[in-house]
């Protein structure tokens, strides 16, 4: 089908549903953008602070390892024995000297290299390999690993240029101020969620639905488009960085009144879970920053979060919440970000609504077989910065960049 999408207006005000539901641009994508010239979202040091450490994760759909070390250096690898194909590394996370496939016991270094093979010689003379077997040409596809901030990322290609160019001056800034300090790893969430990994990329860079689709915001104002706030682009709009600015507008039921989600009877019992600390000079209160492909660095009030979404198919993506607070917070901030943990994730309250209108949307789009076209014109036509959030330019410009990425000519939407 990929040949034949048509891409109707070249100013992205209108994106062709198909992109969520054809099969065959699902496979483009594993090809083009995670196994193409990309930084992914690998792990963080916080996790790994010992050799042997090591997190499995995903770059799209393709297992990959991240570990650290003896050198004290980290290396990723796909996780593949280069036997019969299994998977190497089971558990989500742990410590292991080296690795090793459970099916033949083939064992690799932290590397990636192959250092066991079991009957290499045979046994009692019968089997075992021919003398020309090397084991240097048996090791596992490697990635090129670089850590920013204490966050990891990793590249298959490797003409890559260097992370911190990839991510543009806006991320680099905003990297810098929330992730300056060391940090720790409080808790991890997942969910599992029916609908393609871009539909929560469009969710993460659509500034204005977040005080329309959630309760919440609408009546305690956490989020929301009626206060000040910016959208940057960077790396030809496929990142982005989301803020907002001030402090929480008490009189905000007079601006959603007439909204069908806003309910004003609505009360906290601890009402402690909406008050926030400053802590930015700018007067930053919340950023959503998401780093394409599949990358998000959040801070809303005081809550400090990374998301990671991981492709399952075309149909299903896995998104993985992970928490951190700062290693030197006293622990009064540290019990301030503890309860506005209950914001975020799969359960929270600024966030549980999202999942269920994606499915809703996907759902839909399947079965009209991606017929038709979204229409995102919030904001006129422009792609340009903007310095407010009733606006839909972050999601143009990352069809945009995602089109050039492909090697899509837009109107006839046919892959070069």
């Known amino acids: ?113 192959l250092v066991g093979v079991p009957y ?9 390999y021919p003398q020309d077997f090397d084991p240097c040409q048996h090791s596992l596809e490697t990635l090129r690993v670089e850590s920013y901030q204490g966050v990891v990322f990793g590249t298959f290609a490797r003409d890559m240029a260097p992370l911190a160019e990839y991510m543009g001056e806006p991320v680099r800034k905003r990297f810098d101020a929330l992730c300056g300090r060391p940090l720790r790893v409080v808790g991890t969430q997942r969910q599992l969620i029916r609908g393609n990994w871009k539909l929560y990329v469009e969710n993460l860079k659509d500034c204005y639905h977040g005080a329309l689709l959630h309760a919440f915001n609408s009546k305690f104002g956490m989020f929301r488009t009626s ?24 009189k905000i039921g007079s601006t959603y009144a007439a909204v069908g989600t806003y309910k004003p009877k609505f ?29 998000v660095l959040a801070q809303i009030a005081n809550h400090l979060g990374f998301r990671h979404i991981i492709p399952k198919s075309v149909h299903e993506f896995e998104l993985v919440w992970i928490n ?6 006293p622990p009064e901030r540290l019990h301030a970000r503890r309860m506005q943990g209950n914001l975020l994730g799969p359960g929270g309250y600024l966030s549980m609504e999202d999942a269920e209108a994606l499915e809703l949307a996907h759902a839909t789009i399947l079965s009209q077989s ?11 036509r422009g792609l340009a910065d903007q310095d407010h959030l009733v606006t839909e330019v972050p999601i ?21």
């Not at 593949?80 to 998977?87: L, N, S």
């Open 1 to 113: 089908m990929v040949s034949t999408l048509h891409w109707p207006s070249e100013d992205f005000t209108q994106v062709p549903f198909a992109v969520h539901v054809d099969p065959e641009l699902f496979e483009l994508e594993q090809a083009r953008i995670f196994r193409g010239h990309t930084w992914n979202f690998l792990g963080l040091e916080a996790e790994l602070p010992k050799p042997g450490d090591f997190v499995s994760t995903y770059v799209g759909i393709t297992p990959v390892v991240l570990n650290r070390g003896k050198d004290g250096a980290l290396h990723a690898f796909v996780n593949r024995c280069a036997h019969r194909g299994a998977a190497v590394v089971r558990a989500k996370r742990g410590n292991a000297a080296n690795h090793t496939c459970i099916y033949h016991q083939w064992t690799y270094d932290h590397h990636g290299n």
């Open 370 to 380: 991606g017929r038709g076209h979204a229409f995102v014109q919030m904001g006129g």
């Open 267 to 295: 009360q906290l019992e601890a009402p402690e879970v909406v008050e926030y600390f400053e802590e930015h000079a700018d007067g930053m209160v919340s950023t959503v920053l998401s780093m394409f492909p599949t990358f």
């Open 120 to 128: 290499r010689r045979g046994i009692n003379g019968n089997g075992g």
């Open 396 to 416: 143009r410009t990352f069809w945009k960049g995602y089109c050039d990425l492909l090697g899509m000519k837009v109107g006839e939407m046919r892959a070069s």
């Open 324 to 329: 951190f607070v700062y290693a030197d917070d």
């Open 227 to 250: 206060q000040r706030g910016s959208t940057a682009m960077a790396q030809n709009g496929l990142h982005c960085v989301l803020t907002t600015f001030g402090k929480k507008d008490e």
